[in-house]
């Protein structure tokens, strides 16, 4: 059965659609980011899952059954500014939390598991920012959850306190467990998940491993002196941009071309077997950030071609 499955989910908030018939079917013990720029959707889709939205359209199942309600026992959740009661210890706030769920962890042990034992006895008020996360991760740890839904869990964080934190995180959940995250980055989401959704003004354009949305963003610039025609190198398969750069002189019959193409065999195979010559060739990898910030901001809205559906 699926933990999780939307059908033609829609929210809207007046006249913003923040969500757009959405369809996720999520397994058990699969890992997934969902990604997306600022107002995309992500914490909607979120509150959507813990029945703390009912969304206008569509249907959500959750373990089989309309969200919220007896299922809270089931599934652990860390909300992006999530408010905390600043005058309470950590271990009992963490307690407290436990209680709620009809089995749970003892706090010394979900408190050594987030890295915060040193701090059980302080107040949650003089906790910086990181080690808020970090309660944040132990209240939806605590009671051994099926299903983890964790907004922007690393948002404040620097690199190593992420690394940090997807170390613990990983190591506390349990084979089975569920993990759904939101993240802005993509490099984030491909150390940690097996799978990815890209969200887009309330759209989901991609559904994919990491490695699948990697090829699909992933470009590259080969960089060739070659005597082979400019249109004609655009006109192959997988060649998205071709340019001259503008100072580069003729040289032995041989001109310079920067290619853009999704790989570079989709520049250099069909340039032999035509029998162009080469010289000169260098290959550089584009920026994921970059080649993602592309993907998002360029494609269009609904119906896109773009759309990837499938994790593979
Ligand atoms: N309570 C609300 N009232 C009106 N509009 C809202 C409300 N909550 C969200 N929105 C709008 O819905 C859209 C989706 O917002 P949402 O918070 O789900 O995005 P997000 O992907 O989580 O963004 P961020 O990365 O900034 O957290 C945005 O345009 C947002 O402005």
Redesign the pocket.
């Known amino acids: 059965m699926a933990v999780l499955e939307l059908e033609q989910v829609g ?1 809207r ?2 006249e ?4 757009d018939q959405v369809e996720i079917v999520i397994g058990r013990g699969e890992v997934v980011a969902v990604l ?12 959507v899952l813990l029945g703390l939205l009912r969304p206008g359209d569509g249907t959500v199942r959750v373990f089989g059954r309309a969200p919220g309600g007896a299922l809270r026992s089931r599934v652990g959740a860390m909300l ?1 500014n999530a408010g905390l009661p600043g005058q309470v210890s950590v271990a009992e706030l963490v307690r407290l939390v436990g209680r709620s769920y009809p089995s749970s962890l003892s706090v010394d042990e979900v408190l050594d598991r987030v890295g915060l034992s040193r701090k059980r006895d302080r107040t949650v008020e003089v906790l910086s920012g990181g080690e808020r996360q970090r309660l944040l991760l132990a209240m939806a740890l605590v009671g051994e959850p099926e299903l983890l839904v964790l ?2 869990p690393t948002a404040a964080m620097d690199v190593d306190a992420r690394r940090g934190f997807w170390e613990r995180t990983r190591a506390s959940v349990g084979e089975g467990v569920t993990l759904v995250f ?1 993240t ?1 980055d993509l490099a984030e989401a491909d150390a940690v998940a097996d799978r990815v959704l890209v ?1 887009q ?2 759209r989901l354009i991609a559904d994919a491993s990491p490695a699948v949305l990697k090829r699909q963003v992933s470009r590259v610039m080969v960089t060739v002196s070659t005597d082979a025609p400019h249109e004609v190198v655009a006109a192959w398969d997988g060649v998205d941009r071709v340019e001259e750069p503008l100072d580069a002189a003729v040289v032995d019959g041989l001109w310079k071309l920067h290619v853009w193409a999704n790989a570079a065999e989709n520049v250099v195979v069909p340039m032999a077997q035509a029998g162009f010559r080469m010289r000169g060739l260098s290959v550089d990898e584009a920026d994921l950030e970059e080649a993602f910030a592309e993907l998002t901001a360029t494609t269009a809205g609904p119906g896109s071609p773009a759309a990837t559906q499938g994790a593979a």
Do not use: I, M, P, W
């Not at 913003?16 to 969500?19: D, H, M, R, T």
């Not at 997306?36 to 509150?47: E, H, I, P, R, Y």
């Open positions: 929210v908030y007046g913003v659609v923040a969500l997306g720029a600022n107002g995309a959707g992500k914490s909607t889709l979120f509150d992006q907004d922007e939101a802005h969200l003004r309330g």
